[in-house]
């Protein structure tokens, strides 16, 4: 690293300060078609002006939503959980209904248990056959959740709220039986400001560390590397020990649907969490529910691999594949890196699906390459 003196300074070459840091070795994924194991689909429920947190009427009952949390909710829950149950104890009666039962329906009526309220869970389908299943899933709390044009003061300052409760329940879950760890985070890119930059919806002790690695200092084919712990969180893990929780502590879960606002309110609790995700377009008449569709492809495990990576080789003579990230689950590889608004299919995406691989293909090859190794 060369140093930048002034003419009147001595000519003599002052060493650094501090030396570069050992160079990086990481093993590498072995990401080829023959090792997809499936492919998987989730219809994201987004908000341009964020999720909804709310206490409404419904003919004399009190329905506290809590939706639209797009690609946040593995992220967000507790947090608007928590804020959910709060806005349940304004009732007087201790007995709660809690509708869907993805990872925002289940931390909520686990909220709801820790606040005193006897709860039921009423939902079409339990984990493993959730949205949330279908969840990469990392702490990223603003992923596919609002168009940052439509977001309010308000929003924002609930938004907070909820990331600041999440982030330190989640910590405390960290281990084998809730499947979360941390895990440091790899994304290359020939742009050294892009590591240096914050987000500005998240409160600033969120933010978490960023490390810039030098060229020579990681193995990946960009000039730089930004390095940056992340929380991963197994859904598969994650949902079923809510639902043994849940179920622990008196919890109990009916089956059923909902077709009208009528349906909910012959429901015998006066208290209900609405935890619907995009089936509350239509139950509750919201015009600005849509899809994100997201489509993960899984490749076979491998657990010798301890680190994610956001982003691809994109090399300059290489077309733009634009956004990948790789996490790995002890149930597999996961590739992700797609987001269609507004498409309600669960058909796979195949020109996107051949995007992700061969752009990670591309980028563990690259990186083999720089490491000089077959």
Known sequence: MGLTVEACAPRTAKPALTPSRPALRLPLVNVSWDR??????????????????????????????NFGHGGAGMSLSWGTGNMAAELALAHAERKAAVMGSGVVGLTSARELQRHGFDVTIYAATVPPDTTSNMSLAGFTPTSGLVDFQNRTPEWEAQFRQAVRIAYRR?????????????????????????????????????????????????????????????????????????????????????????????????????????CTGLGAKALFSDP???????????????????????????????????????????????????????????????????????????????????????
Request: proline fraction near 8%.
């Open 36 to 65: 997809v194991i499936r492919t998987t689909i989730g219809l994201r429920p987004h908000r341009p002006s964020g999720f909804v947190l709310k206490a409404d009427k419904l003919d004399g009952k009190t329905v506290i939503h």
């Open 288 to 374: 600005e529910l849509v899809p994100l569709k997201g489509q993960l492809v899984v490749l076979t495990p491998q657990p010798e691999i301890n680190y994610s990576t956001s982003g691809g080789a994109r090399q300059p003579s290489t077309p733009d594949t634009g956004f990948v990230h790789m996490m790995p689950r002890s149930d597999g590889i996961i590739l992700g890196g797609t987001s269609i608004r507004d498409n309600w299919t669960f058909d796979i995406e195949e020109q996107d699906r051949q995007r992700v691989v061969e752009a990670h293909i591309e980028l563990f090859n690259a990186m083999r390459a720089v490491r000089g190794t077959s």
């Open 170 to 274: 989640l910590q405390l879950l960290v281990g084998p039986k809730y499947g979360i760890s941390w895990i440091n985070n790899y994304a290359p890119t020939n742009n050294e400001q892009a590591g240096r930059g914050s987000n500005a919806l998240l409160p600033a002790d969120v933010q978490g560390s960023r490390v810039i690695l030098q060229p020579g200092e990681h193995p990946f084919p960009m000039k730089y590397a930004i390095e940056r712990p992340e929380m991963r969180i197994e859904p598969s893990i994650y949902l079923d020990a809510l639902m043994e929780d849940f179920l622990s502590w008196g919890g109990t879960i009916v089956i059923r649907t909902f077709e009208t606002p009528r349906d909910v309110a012959a429901l015998t609790e006066n208290v209900i969490v609405n």
